[in-house]
Nanobody, 127 residues
Framework: QVQLAESGGGSVQTGGSLRLSCAVT????????LAWFRQIPGKEREGLAV????????YYGASVKGRCAISLDNDKNTMYLQMNSLKPEDTATYFC????????????????????WGQGTQVTVSA
């Protein structure tokens, strides 16, 4: 059974950095497409970053491009999202997701393409 567990959220001031982790169990992380999403109450989940096992590509959403980096540690079977220059509008619950079906990084940015989800970790950025 595939399980995902996020960690690393917290409270930071504007301009600060956080590194979110997503521990993957039940499947080799390198064999599935992985992604980070975030959600504000009352709004749809927003795709932030995708790492495709299909084409090896990466994709970043416009709201985080240039400020975030997705990476994978195969030895630890863990995915990361390094977030820099954080803004108050980055405040949200952050989720990691995984899916075994082939998809390119660019096409894998919508929530309905992912079968497995973590429980989420809260990020709060104060002004």
């Amino acid at each position: 059974q595939v399980q995902l567990a996020e960690s690393g959220g917290g409270s930071v001031q504007t301009g600060g950095s956080l590194r979110l982790s997503c521990a993957v169990t039940g499947v080799g992380a390198r064999t599935v497409s992985l992604a980070w999403f975030r959600q504000i109450p009352g709004k749809e989940r927003e795709g932030l970053a995708v790492l495709s096992a299909f084409d090896g590509g990466e994709y970043y959403g416009a709201s985080v491009k240039g400020r975030c980096a997705i990476s994978l540690d195969n030895d630890k079977n863990t995915m990361y999202l390094q977030m820099n220059s954080l803004k108050p509008e980055d405040t949200a619950t952050y989720f990691c997701a995984a899916d075994p079906r082939p998809k390119s990084a660019v096409s894998g940015v919508t929530a309905n393409q992912y079968m497995y989800w973590g429980q989420g970790t809260q990020v709060t950025v104060s002004a």
